[in-house]
């Protein structure tokens, strides 16, 4: 039986071609993966796939067309709108506003059709069900996400790059759960990574450029060459436009002294000793939900209770009259978090309302802010905010999109780019005014293979040249930089190598 079949689809937006004259059929027990270039179109077809927006041309016929419950499940959760107050980035490590944001068990509760026991304890659930929404880690999230999706009995999975910050063994447990999505009737299409299609897949679909490059089942798709090969994508001249020599003197860019972090009961960091000193590069690895995030956010200026504790930034104590921007101007960050307050897409919370009703346009409402603009906002730490820049730093702006290959990107709105671009566009940001210590938190989240090693090359080049601080993140062990030669492990909140 024909569940889906794709006609001719096409979209266009702002006279820039999406998607050029798709087309495919899917059958009952077939299970698709989507995958291709960053930009290629991956995401604006599983959303068409998925009944949130609507072609320009062509049209998707499904077997059962008007009663057929749709999900797409967004690569970044975002629980952000289920607050009654006002959400901010820093909300995740304030005290004082957490309890406002519902539990996992009252999320559930309001938008579950089904009794939830077996999903939460199929996706390890149990010990988050009275958690606050809003101090998730990025794994716990996607849990979560994906129970919700369950509980609301979708016949349509589309799942955006789901692996995504994600530890092994989440991984391998997500790749289990897709296979069950899959037994249990549940039609999936996987928007997903050349190096991560499920095996539970039947057929893979790949985009370049907005066409198919190619549509085979899975035993006959073979990876292409491009993201096999190992050839240097980085120019050497590149380091002649590395920036400008930091200022900052310093002996140690962070010391740390019995830190402990709680939230009411929930102990997150316990008794943390940690010493980072001046051109070092660090990798901090550990599995979702290990204190990662909030032990990045005592550095980044982004968690007051760093002023409970003896911490010492670039050699000066927390609390003795520097000011969060002291500590961010001498600091170049990027993480997931910080990814959503830049976000162009629908919000996960407005993905499980579009689900149930007609297509939407292909743009939402969101402030216009240029890739350019976003880059050069780097160098003042305002979420998207350039003012005041001067003509040389935009040009150093530019310089830096140039090396990450995004320079054609300058003058288009973020929210059109996708989200690997954006991704880019951030990291930009991050290096732009060649910070005193970098903290890149899964900076590679979204970047196919080639912009990934691009990436680490460049990382690797500034670390070299600068003696650059650095502070690195990652799930994916091929993903950390070659110039990483100390390593802290967190577990549960304490250090265990």
Not at 30 to 59: H, M
Not at 77 to 86: A, P, V
Not at 127 to 151: D, P
Request: hydrophobic content about 40%; some cysteine; charged content about 25%.
């Amino acid at each position: 039986m024909k569940w889906i079949e794709a006609k001719n689809i096409t979209v266009i937006a702002e006279d820039k071609m999406i998607l050029d004259d798709i087309s495919f059929s899917l059958y009952k027990g077939d299970a698709l993966a989507i995958v291709g270039p960053s930009g290629s179109g991956k995401t604006t077809l599983g959303k068409i796939i998925a009944g949130q927006w609507a072609s320009s041309s062509g049209q998707l016929v499904l077997a059962e067309q008007n009663t057929t419950k749709r999900l797409f499940i967004s690569q970044q959760h975002d629980f952000r709108y289920l607050s009654s107050t006002r959400s901010y980035y820093q909300q995740r490590y304030d005290s004082n506003v957490a309890d406002d944001s519902p539990t996992v068990a009252q999320l559930f509760e309001k938008t579950a059709t089904q009794d939830f026991s077996e999903w939460v304890k199929l996706l390890k659930l149990e010990q988050l069900l009275t958690s606050r929404l809003t101090l998730l880690s990025n794994g716990e999230g996607k849990r979560v996400q994906l129970a919700q999706a369950l509980l609301q009995k979708t016949e349509v999975l589309v799942l955006d790059n789901p692996f995504i910050g994600l530890d092994p063994p989440s991984r391998q447990l997500l790749h289990e759960i897709i296979q069950q999505f899959i037994t249990r009737g549940i039609l999936v299409v996987v928007i997903t990574s050349y190096s991560e299609i499920p095996h539970s897949i039947t057929q893979v679909l790949e985009l370049e450029s907005g066409k198919v490059k190619q549509f085979v089942e899975r035993e006959e798709f073979s990876v292409p060459l491009a993201q096999q090969e190992n050839q240097p994508v980085i120019n050497p001249d590149v380091l002649d436009l590395l920036g400008f020599p930091e200022e900052a003197e310093f002996e140690y860019a962070v010391r740390m002294k019995n830190v402990t972090v709680n939230y009411g009961d929930k102990v997150i960091l316990d008794r943390i000793n940690w010493e980072v000193k001046k051109g070092e590069q660090w990798a901090l690895i550990g599995h979702n939900g290990a204190g990662k995030s909030t032990l990045l956010s005592l550095i980044n200026g982004d968690n007051p209770q760093a002023y409970n504790n003896e911490i010492y930034l670039f050699d000066q104590r927390r609390g003795s009259g520097e000011s969060i921007w002291d500590i961010k101007r001498k600091v170049g960050y990027i993480s997931p978090e910080l990814h959503i307050y830049f976000q162009r897409d629908v919000s996960h919370t407005e993905a499980v309302a579009l689900s149930s009703g007609e297509p939407s346009p292909i743009k939402f409402s969101q402030a216009r802010i240029t890739c350019e603009n976003v880059v050069t906002s780097g160098f003042n730490d305002q979420v998207g905010s350039s003012q005041g820049v001067t003509p040389m730093q935009r040009k150093q702006a530019l310089r830096w999109m140039d090396v990450l290959q995004i320079k054609s990107l300058s003058g288009q709105n973020m929210y059109d780019a996708s989200l690997g671009e954006q991704r880019l566009v951030l990291l930009a940001r991050a290096l732009v005014k060649n910070p005193a210590l970098l903290i890149l938190d899964e900076p590679c989240q979204g970047l196919d293979a080639e912009q990934t090693k691009r990436f680490t090359e460049v990382v690797d080049a500034v670390c070299g040249h600068f003696n650059k601080t650095l502070i690195y993140i990652s799930h994916y062990k091929q993903d950390i930089p070659k110039c990483v030669t100390k390593v802290l492990m967190l577990e549960k909140g304490r250090i265990v190598g």
